[in-house]
């Protein structure tokens, strides 16, 4: 019986590890949806499986092998708190979360729309949590429910809100990070008179940065959480100038104790950083060597990561 109580266990740890997740369920008006009521049933609404391949088109909503786009479409208003509801875990790898949104074109009902093009504005992110090299830590890891707001600013209008997690616990090598992808239909009632930007495509927006990384070892010192920078701008409004011109920022070194600081200063009259100047940026930081290096044999790494294959890993204390 012992040795029976212990295959249990062991089926029971195995079928943890590979269950995985997705976001089936979105919050409105403070209640839960059902499952695949607002957000579109993605490819993996039965095996988990993330997305691992940022070229594909499956990186937008990974629905690709569904047919139609399934879904109602929520009531928002701007400036309301909406969320995500992983299952049938909670995001249970170490990772970042963002959240994107994406007007439809006008007279395109939203329900009928891919999100292709430069559509997408970045309006929420969980990154981690680095402190110099000692230690880094992924506040969204355990998650089940992401909550966000809508920016009061959104214009009124019919959107995809896309949210990702990406994994990380094996994104030492090129396709490793794990994408955990949902979008969701959206009608953006009382809204304001914003313009969103960075626009930017999926696929098209993600390369390396943030996403081809070591997060054991050496533990990172700075972090580049993907995508644009966020909007409306956070943390920094009042350097929002009007003075005519758009410069970007942003400072990045080997020696920076805390995470890589994006300044970006816009004039009224501008929309958005030119796409060349966010590129300037991101070619900086990816200059300051994010993406470290493999392990070395006696390394302090505190866990050791075994690879199956795509889908399959673990990572355990040493
Ligand atoms: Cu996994």
């Known amino acids: 019986m012992k040795a029976f109580s212990a295959l249990v266990a062991l089926a029971t740890f195995a079928a943890k590890v590979s269950a995985h997740y ?3 369920q979105f919050i409105v008006g403070g209640v ?12 993996n609404y039965l095996s988990n499986n993330p997305v691992t391949d940022v070229t594909t088109e499956d990186i937008r909503c990974y629905t690709s092998t569904q047919s139609g786009t399934a879904g109602a479409t929520a009531s928002v ?7 995500f509801i992983s299952g049938p875990t909670d995001m249970y790898h170490p990772g970042v979360v963002n959240v994107y949104m994406a007007q439809a074109p006008s007279g395109t009902d939203v329900a009928d729309w891919d999100g292709s093009g430069d559509v997408w504005f970045r309006i929420f992110q969980i990154p981690p949590v680095l402190d110099g090299g000692s230690t880094i830590t992924f506040p969204s890891e355990g998650m089940t429910i992401v ?5 009061s600013e959104t214009p009124s209008g019919q959107y995809l809100i896309r949210i990702e997690q990406i994994a990380l616990h094996v994104a030492s090598t090129y396709g490793g990070a794990q994408f955990y992808i949902a979008c969701a239909q959206v009608e953006v009632t009382n809204g304001g008179s914003g313009t969103p930007g960075p626009l930017v495509a999926f696929p098209g927006e993600y390369t390396e940065p943030g996403i081809l990384i070591n997060i054991y070892y050496p533990i990172p010192t700075n972090y580049t959480q993907p995508g644009p920078p966020l909007w409306p701008s956070t943390g920094g409004s009042s350097t929002v100038e009007s003075t005519g011109t758009t410069t970007v920022k942003s400072t990045s070194t080997a020696t920076s104790s805390k995470e890589t600081t994006t300044i970006v200063t816009t004039s009224v009259t501008s929309t958005a950083p030119s796409s060349s100047a966010t590129a300037a940026v991101e070619n900086t930081l990816n200059a300051a060597g ?16 075994t690879v199956s294959n795509e889908y399959y890993s673990q990572c355990l204390p040493a």
């Not at 909550?147 to 920016?151: A, D, L, S, V, Y």
């Not at 994010?290 to 990561?305: K, M, T």
């Open 22 to 24: 997705v976001f089936p």
């Open 32 to 43: 839960d949806s059902s499952d695949w009521e607002y957000n579109r049933q993605t490819n």
């Open 77 to 83: 208003a701007a400036g309301s708190t909406v969320g």
């Open 290 to 305: 994010r993406d470290g290096p493999e392990p070395q044999s006696g390394d302090a790494s505190p866990f050791v990561c």
């Open 147 to 151: 909550n966000f707001e809508i920016p």
